[in-house]
């Protein structure tokens, strides 16, 4: 089964830090991907990593992937208060039965708070 | 607008009494699916459908029942509901299997 861990679950920043959230998963994938969710929203996606080595940037946010590490991080960069949500990885596998299916497993969440 | 509208926002309901969450997307997206988010465990995969007809397993589909019929709809049912399926519910679908997932709105369901 697989299982994925992320951490920290909380975290408690200032603005103007740097932090990183790592995601952990159990099982060889070769596709990740972090949603954040506003309290009270819906998920919205941030980045999906799709081979091992891929980084991808959006504004004050980096996330990469190592497959070989099965790990995948999250780093923040001058945290701003607008950052604060909570962050989820997910990653993806084919079930033994193969065929296109997939199923998504996300990590418990990483409630981020950015304070002035 | 390119969305995923789930029905209804929020649900009351009692034990055993059966009800559907209805799950329309209007982008033709090939891949669809469920979760529920309950507190301290993050969102769980209930069902999930890569196309018409076919369907499988998540990590938590135990008492809860889907169907594909046509491509845009993913309704979820729960044919005999406990309190213990009392939780936030979000249906989403993808274009393809590496595409990102669209979330709908959320259901919060109460089983009383």
């Known amino acids: 089964e697989l299982k994925v861990e992320q951490n920290p679950l909380f975290l408690s920043m200032q603005e103007g830090k740097n932090y990183t959230i790592y995601c952990n998963y159990s099982?060889?994938?070769?596709?990740l991907y972090w949603y954040r969710q506003d309290p009270g929203k819906s998920l919205e996606s941030l980045f999906v990593?799709?081979?091992?080595?891929a980084v991808k940037q959006e504004g004050r946010l980096m996330a990469s992937l190592d497959t070989k590490a099965r790990l995948s991080t999250l780093h923040i960069t001058a945290a701003v208060h607008d950052l604060s949500a909570t962050y989820f990885c997910a990653v993806a596998v084919i079930p033994n039965s193969g065929g296109s299916n997939y199923k998504l497993t996300f990590g418990k969440g990483t409630l981020l708070t950015v304070n002035p | 607008e390119a969305q995923v509208t789930q029905n209804p926002r929020y649900l009351i309901t009692v034990t055993g009494k059966k009800l559907t969450v209805t799950c329309s997307q209007n982008m033709n997206h090939e891949y669809m699916s469920w979760y529920r988010q309950d507190p301290g465990l993050g969102l769980r995969q209930i069902y999930y459908?890569?196309?018409?007809?076919?369907?499988d397993k998540g990590d938590v589909p135990e008492g809860y029942k889907v169907s594909r019929k046509e491509k845009r709809n993913f309704p979820l049912i729960l044919e005999s509901p406990s309190p213990n399926q009392t939780s936030l519910y979000f249906c989403a679908s993808s274009r393809r299997v590496n595409s990102p997932l669209h979330f709908g709105n959320g259901t919060r369901l109460t089983v009383t």
């Open positions: 990593l799709l081979s091992n080595g």
């Open positions: 099982t060889t994938s070769d596709r």
């Open positions: 459908s890569m196309n018409v007809e076919v369907t």
